[in-house]
């Protein structure tokens, strides 16, 4: 049945539910845009930028966005540097790379980086991004997108797997059970704060 996220209640959601509501229908369409936007994390070196690299490689984008401000060890390097300064070792010439980092959280994500984005490409020559984040944590960014990015932007979805937080195997054990069930109570509370736009979504009835 298809249903509005604020609908839910996240505290009634049974496992296939969840999965749907993070996972079901997130696919990539294949197709090119202007920037490759890449949502940094404690793990996004690992599981985030070899994606955004492929992407760049195939010629989808011209250029790569990271986005992120967290300091996770002692180097004193942000999330969006430690990104930048692996995809320059890995062949990534330093002038298609653009670095945002000030955000602390999804919704910084895409406010801090849209002065970014207009200072590279101006915002009314933008038309599509490609979207790299972890798979569960896609339909968060997705719709933060969508509610504070210029509504003439289009999205292509590419997400990521970790091993423990995939579609197939979140509910196999306890780390991707915690991640999963946060996010979808996440989601749910911010859409239905009005944080970000709501969604009708194919939901698995209750048996």
Known sequence: MNIPISKLDSSKLTDQQMT???FRNINDDNKSGECIFVAGSSKAVEFRLPKAIQLYKEGRAGKILFSGGVVWDDTGRTEAQMLADKAMELGVP???ILIESQSLHTKENVLASLMVLDRAFYLHKISRLLVVTSHYHMRRINLTLRTYMPKWIDY???PVNDK???EENWFLNPYGRQR???ESEK???YVKQG?????D???SEMK
């Open 20 to 22: 749907d509501l993070l």
């Open 94 to 96: 330093a002038q298609d």
């Open 156 to 158: 292509s979805l590419c």
């Open 164 to 166: 423990s937080t995939r």
């Open 180 to 182: 999963v069930e946060a």
């Open 187 to 189: 989601l749910i509370n």
């Open 195 to 199: 944080i970000i736009i709501d969604q």
């Open 201 to 203: 979504l194919e939901i």
